[in-house]
């Protein structure tokens, strides 16, 4: 089955940037999406960008829509949610999930794996 494993949070200042990867093991690109998702303490996961396996098709949530880019490295069965110009109301654990089915791709329940998460903090 696939594994996905999250890696490069941190803790960065206002208007800092970061980049995040998903390594996906056990998956080779074909149909379905790898979304990143995130969640703050007492609050409902949200939906931050999705990016095809195939084709060229992205997606991105409004509040991050020009400030994140996301992206992938098929040699590497990776994906990268590049961050740019980050706000404190960024600050959550960011997982990434796969979703081998079509459907909305900004819908949690719709995918199939999930990583572990990683912790994004950003500072005043």
């Known amino acids: 089955q696939v594994q996905l494993v999250e890696s490069g949070g941190g803790s960065v200042q206002a208007g800092g940037s970061l980049r995040l990867s998903c390594a996906a093991s056990g998956r080779t690109f074909g149909s379905g999406v790898l979304g990143w998702f995130r969640q703050a303490p007492g609050k409902e996961r949200e939906f931050v960008a999705a990016?095809?396996?195939?084709?060229?098709?992205?997606y991105y949530a409004d509040s991050v829509k020009g400030r994140f880019t996301i992206s992938r490295d098929n040699a590497k069965s990776t994906v990268y949610l590049q961050m740019g110009s980050l706000k404190p109301e960024d600050t959550a654990v960011y997982y990434c999930?796969?979703?081998?089915?079509?459907?909305?791709?900004?819908?949690?329940?719709?995918?199939?794996?999930w990583g572990q998460g990683t912790q994004v903090t950003v500072s005043s």
């Open positions: 990016i095809r396996w195939s084709g060229t098709m992205s």
């Open positions: 999930a796969d979703k081998f089915s079509a459907g909305s791709p900004t819908q949690s329940f719709r995918y199939d794996n």
